[in-house]
């Protein structure tokens, strides 16, 4: 089911008129209400009437997280505090957190998105949904929430966290959807045989799952072990939370609501647009916004776009999956790695489970990184000949895709920190030592 037909399958230059009209309405209140925007208009000569088409925007400077930053915690509200009904802040991922405004239409606009993006999901009024993103300060359980309701749907609001509540609740009540991060959805999993609940009790057909990168190995565990069908589903807090794109059923890219949310790929380094399907960092526009809208937002998110139509009707720009953030980049002897490229190269090996966190270290001048996975109970106790040639797969497939040597060290089964919310994966001890 398509929620919104009207805009979500709009004729693409249709979607551009309305797209411009949006943009131009926006900037002009930028240039009105926010002394920031409008002292940097004023700097590079820029007048809301000067952009007379979309590909205008290309020539505006960008807003990085620095900047948000610089205006904690609500300066750049470009509506008075009075009309702002709700405040959510970043989980904070990376350093002091960015505090986002919503008016009551800004709510209303998050609802609609959300259950556009639960529908793609394969989502009706009659499923059940179970929010285990957390709630709070943090976008994806009050995200989901709301829009589990304006669609109709039971919501469940577990909240991140109590996973033997949470099977119990799944069990019976009869949670069709699950929403969560992928991390968690795995911990979910894992945890079925210890709570004693089969999944053959279980009637999840569908899973919501985003908020940190993810590869399609975890897809495939994800998917056998709670026999749903996973998704993937994108936002951020600076531009609304989730909510700002999602995968349907054809799962070639995640469709942007791009009526609400204007993206632009751009290259990292020289910050100029990248034409469709080249990889670049995703840059979004807010084109509805009424309390905390951006212009050209770098969101440090590295995926790339694309416009041709999908199967299921929706005429959306697609974005493809996140493979890592720029500030997730580790930078090993010069080689860029993304844990991305790793969880690939796990993920396909037979017995080896998607639960594995990279250390960095330094020895002497020489960074040393080294990969902790976990791998099945039969596995681990294999001979020590056995796991040695498991060991020895995986670093050869590693060297394969990243190019450099990193030291695998296969670990018991559950022995990784599980995590609730966002997987910590990256324990960097370079700085320390
Ligand atoms: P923080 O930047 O503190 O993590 P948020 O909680 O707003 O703040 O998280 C937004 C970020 O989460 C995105 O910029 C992106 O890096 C990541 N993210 C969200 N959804 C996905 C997804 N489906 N795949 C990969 N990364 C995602
Ligand atoms: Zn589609």
Same mark, same amino acid.
């Given at each position: 089911?398509?929620? +919104?037909?009207?805009?979500?399958?709009?004729?693409?230059?249709?979607?551009?008129?309305?797209?411009?009209?949006?943009?131009?309405?926006?900037?002009?209140?930028?240039?009105?209400? *926010?002394?920031?925007?409008?002292?940097?208009?004023? /700097?590079?000569?820029?007048?809301?009437?000067?952009?007379?088409?979309?590909?205008?925007?290309?020539? @505006?400077?960008?807003?990085?997280?620095?900047?948000?930053?610089?205006?904690?915690?609500?300066?750049?509200?470009?509506?008075?505090?009075?009309?702002?009904?709700?405040?959510?802040?970043?989980? #904070?991922?990376?350093?002091?957190?960015?505090?986002?405004?919503?008016?009551?239409?800004?709510?209303?606009?998050?609802?609609?998105?959300?259950?556009?993006?639960?529908?793609?999901?394969?989502? %009706?009024?009659?499923?059940?949904?179970? *929010?285990?993103?957390?709630?709070?300060?943090?976008?994806?359980?009050?995200?989901?929430?709301? #829009?589990?309701?304006?669609? #109709?749907?039971?919501?469940?609001?577990?909240?991140?966290?109590? %996973?033997?509540?949470?099977?119990?609740?799944?069990?019976?009540?009869?949670?069709?959807? @699950?929403?969560?991060?992928?991390?968690?959805?795995? =911990?979910?999993?894992?945890?079925?045989?210890?709570?004693?609940?089969?999944?053959?009790?279980?009637? @999840?057909?569908?899973?919501?799952?985003?908020?940190?990168?993810?590869?399609?190995?975890?897809?495939?565990? *994800?998917?056998?072990?709670?026999?749903?069908?996973?998704?993937?589903?994108?936002?951020?807090?600076?531009?609304?939370?989730?909510? *700002?794109?999602?995968?349907?059923?054809? &799962?070639?890219?995640?469709?942007?609501?791009?009526?609400?949310?204007?993206?632009?790929?751009?290259?990292? +380094?020289?910050?100029?647009?990248?034409?469709?399907? /080249?990889?670049?960092?995703?840059?979004?526009?807010? @084109? %509805? &916004?009424?309390?905390?809208?951006?212009?050209?937002?770098? =969101?440090?998110?590295?995926?790339?776009?694309?416009?041709?139509?999908?199967?299921?009707?929706?005429?959306?720009?697609?974005?493809?999956?996140? %493979?890592?953030?720029?500030?997730?980049?580790?930078?090993?002897?010069?080689?860029?790695?993304?844990?991305? /490229?790793?969880?690939?190269?796990?993920?396909?090996?037979?017995?080896?489970?998607?639960?594995?966190?990279?250390?960095?270290?330094?020895?002497?001048?020489?960074?040393?990184?080294?990969?902790?996975?976990?791998?099945?109970?039969?596995?681990?106790?294999?001979?020590?000949?056995?796991?040695?040639?498991?060991?020895?797969?995986?670093?050869?497939?590693?060297?394969?895709?990243?190019?450099?040597?990193?030291?695998?060290?296969?670990?018991?089964?559950?022995?990784?920190?599980?995590?609730?919310?966002?997987?910590?994966?990256?324990?960097?001890?370079?700085?320390?030592?």
């Amino acid at each position: 089911m398509i929620w +919104d037909p009207y805009y979500e399958c709009m004729e693409l230059e249709q979607r551009r008129e309305l797209q411009l009209r949006r943009l131009r309405e926006m900037v002009a209140r930028l240039a009105v209400n *926010v002394p920031w925007y409008q002292a940097r208009f004023a /700097q590079i000569d820029f007048h809301p009437e000067d952009l007379k088409s979309l590909e205008d925007l290309a020539s @505006l400077p960008f807003v990085s997280k620095v900047e948000l930053r610089d205006n904690y915690p609500l300066e750049l509200l470009a509506c008075p505090a009075s009309e702002v009904v709700r405040i959510h802040s970043s989980s #904070g991922t990376t350093g002091r957190p960015i505090i986002a405004g919503y008016t009551a239409e800004d709510i209303n606009t998050w609802a609609e998105t959300i259950a556009r993006t639960i529908c793609c999901g394969g989502g %009706t009024r009659h499923d059940i949904l179970q *929010v285990a993103y957390g709630y709070g300060l943090f976008t994806g359980g009050l995200g989901l929430h709301y #829009g589990g309701e304006r669609l #109709g749907c039971m919501v469940i609001p577990m909240s991140a966290g109590n %996973t033997a509540r949470q099977l119990m609740m799944m069990r019976d009540l009869g949670t069709t959807i @699950l929403a969560c991060t992928p991390s968690y959805a795995l =911990t979910l999993a894992d945890a079925l045989e210890e709570e004693g609940v089969s999944v053959e009790e279980l009637k @999840l057909r569908s899973g919501l799952f985003g908020a940190e990168p993810w590869s399609e190995g975890s897809r495939q565990a *994800v998917e056998s072990m709670l026999r749903l069908s996973a998704h993937d589903i994108y936002g951020l807090t600076e531009i609304i939370g989730p909510g *700002v794109a999602g995968e349907c059923e054809a &799962k070639n890219g995640l469709h942007v609501f791009d009526d609400h949310f204007y993206p632009e790929i751009i290259d990292p +380094d020289t910050g100029q647009v990248l034409p469709e399907g /080249q990889r670049g960092e995703l840059v979004f526009t807010s @084109l %509805t &916004k009424r309390a905390f809208p951006l212009l050209r937002f770098r =969101t440090r998110d590295i995926s790339a776009l694309h416009y041709e139509p999908c199967s299921c009707g929706r005429t959306h720009a697609r974005m493809d999956r996140i %493979t890592g953030r720029t500030d997730d980049m580790l930078i090993i002897r010069g080689v860029n790695v993304f844990p991305s /490229q790793i969880e690939e190269v796990l993920t396909a090996v037979e017995g080896v489970m998607p639960h594995y966190q990279l250390v960095v270290t330094r020895e002497g001048r020489m960074d040393q990184l080294e990969v902790r996975v976990e791998v099945s109970a039969d596995i681990f106790s294999d001979t020590v000949r056995g796991l040695e040639q498991v060991q020895a797969q995986i670093e050869e497939e590693l060297h394969k895709v990243l190019g450099l040597h990193a030291k695998v060290s296969l670990v018991e089964p559950k022995s990784i920190e599980r995590s609730i919310g966002k997987a910590k994966r990256i324990i960097d001890q370079r700085e320390a030592g």
